[in-house]
Every structure is written in C-alpha cells, then in structure tokens.
C-alpha cells in the first residue's frame, strides 16, 4: 500500500521561509515525475513546481526564483524550498507523483504567510 506523508507547514511572517517534505513508500520513486501544487478555498489547484526523473525542474511564474524543488531518491522523499513567502503564497499544499498511469497525492498541508 502506499503512503505518502507531508510536513513542515505552519505559520510564518512576511519574507520568511519554510521548507516542504512529502515523503513516498511502496512506490518505485525514483521513476515518478514529482511535483507540489497548491490551493486556496474558491481557486483552481495550481501547479507550483516539478522534478522530473532526471532532476528537470520547471516553477510557476509567482514562484520562480523564491521557491526550490528537489528530490532525495535514496529517501523517497521531495522537498519544496520557499524562501521570501508572501502573503499571496497563503495555500494548502499538496505533493504529487506520477509515472504512467500512476498517480498518487499528499493529503495537503498548510501555509499560511501572515504578519
């Protein structure tokens, strides 16, 4: 069965930072196109950044440059970087992994970027 287990959200000020973790057991991760999304209450799901197998990485436009994704094939685990939160970063977040017809979610975690 697979388990997917997320941490590190919580609150924080204005121009601060926090790092993401989604980690992934039972699934042949290192094969998975990996990626956090994210969503507010009354928005689409949005797509926030990608690592693929071999460690490509693409990044929302709002997020480029402040937010980091990257991948720990020996720990099955993805992390998301965010340095210089802004109120507008305020999401729940979700990690995702995909590899063919396989897909499988993060049960979401909160950001909330508030002074």
């Known amino acids: 069965q697979v388990q997917v287990v997320e941490s590190g959200g919580g609150l924080v000020q204005p121009g601060g930072s926090l790092t993401l973790s989604c980690a992934f057991s039972?699934?042949?991760?290192?094969?998975?196109?990996l990626g956090w999304y994210r969503q507010v209450p009354g928005n689409q799901r949005e797509l926030v950044a990608q690592?693929?197998?071999?460690?490509?990485?693409n990044y929302a436009d709002s997020v480029n440059g402040r937010f980091t994704i990257t991948r720990d094939n020996t720990k099955n685990t993805v992390y998301l970087q965010m340095n210089n939160l802004k109120p507008e970063d305020t999401a729940l977040y979700s990690c995702?992994?995909?590899?063919?017809?396989?897909?499988?979610w993060g049960q979401g975690i909160q950001v909330t970027v508030s002074s």
């Open positions: 995702n992994a995909v590899w063919v017809t396989n897909k499988y």
């Open positions: 039972n699934i042949r991760f290192s094969f998975y196109t």
């Open positions: 690592i693929t197998p071999g460690s490509s990485t």
